[in-house]
């Protein structure tokens, strides 16, 4: 059984294989080549927050491999009245092929997989976003050519996206600076991670310090979902922490810049620096697709 639960656990050979499959994927679909791996099969798609990317990339990804996406909106579902996680992998594993599950706690995807019989794919918890970071990757690696040496960094919280960052970065040998303000540090797990990588991971206060020879700049909100209530206290914590051109011009004059989004214009990236990056940004939104694609398949399939 496959899973994808977190950058953590795969390896370096497994992230390949799926950016290598990821771009086949991608090349058959523009060029019109069928690729129904999935036909026949189902893949539920819980959702206990918002979501436009993951959602629409997830239904029309199981529509273009030939399975069947069913939508599940944890509202509607009796695990948002209290139906326990254990029960609920146990009667979803007697219908589905696959789960891919939005929500906020890590544990909880990680119950679902212990729980239920079939490979559940994380679609974004507090603690990491792993189908963002392979989708990030796929787009560096079609900008600049390769991975290894290209070094990165990253400018806000130490949230989900900074800690997938970092290990999906130092897994596929770049170097990652990131810079965030005090109380806002990426997870402990990844901290001690990181440790093992020697200076190929620095973490810093400044941003100025973390953009210096970049080749990627990369971004974040500084409120994830969850975190609304604390907007004002963050952006007050945030202040200095925008993406401009000012800061961009520590960066290589050729480097890209990478946003999951949604995006705050004027809070985490200002708009004439999102605007002049527009087409990387919207390439990595396309890339979901094709990235998530190769993790189904990787994931529901022997391939
Ligand atoms: N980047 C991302 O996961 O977007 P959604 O929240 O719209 O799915
Ligand atoms: N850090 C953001 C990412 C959204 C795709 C959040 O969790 O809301």
Redo the contacts with the bound molecule.
């Keep these: 059984m496959k899973h994808l639960l977190k950058m953590l656990d795969l390896s370096h050979e497994e992230i390949c294989e799926i950016l290598n499959l990821a771009d086949q994927l991608k090349y058959e679909q523009k060029h019109n080549i069928e690729h129904k791996y999935l036909k026949g099969k189902t893949l539920g798609l819980i959702f206990e ?1 918002a979501s436009t990317r993951t959602r629409v990339s997830f239904e029309v990804g199981m529509y273009q491999l030939g399975g069947l996406p069913i939508f599940l909106s944890a509202n509607d579902m009796q695990i948002g009245r209290g139906e326990p996680v254990q029960d609920t992998a146990r009667v979803l594993s007697r219908y589905l092929d696959g789960i891919m599950i939005r929500t906020f706690k890590q544990s909880e995807v990680e119950d679902l997989a212990k729980y239920g019989s079939i490979p559940i794919i994380n679609g ?1 918890t ?1 603690f990491c ?1 792993p189908c ?1 970071i392979l989708a990030d990757l796929m787009t560096i690696r079609e900008y600049k050519g390769k991975l290894a040496g290209q070094k990165m960094a990253f400018i806000g ?1 130490g ?3 900074m800690n997938s960052l970092i290990v999906g970065a130092l897994k596929m040998e770049m170097s990652i600076s990131v810079a965030c303000p005090e109380g806002y540090e990426p997870d402990p797990l990844v901290l001690e991670f990181a440790k093992g990588f020697g200076d190929k991971f620095e973490m810093v206060r400044e941003p100025k310090k973390a953009v210096v020879g970049a080749d990627v700049v990369i971004t ?2 500084w409120a ?2 969850g975190q609304e209530g604390e907007a004002e206290k963050r952006k007050k914590a945030f202040a200095g922490y925008c993406i401009d051109e000012e800061l961009m011009s520590y960066a290589k004059p050729d480097a890209i810049v990478q946003h ?3 995006a705050h214009r004027g809070e985490e990236i200002s708009a004439d620096v999102f605007e002049a990056h527009a087409a990387e940004i919207f390439d990595e939104a396309e890339n979901r697709l094709h990235a998530q694609k190769a993790v189904i398949v990787k994931c529901l399939t022997d391939k």
Excluded: T
Aim: proline share 6%; hydrophobic share 30%.
């Design positions: 927050k974004l507090d976003h963002q919280d949230n989900n996206m974040d909100v994830s979902m999951c989004l949604p």
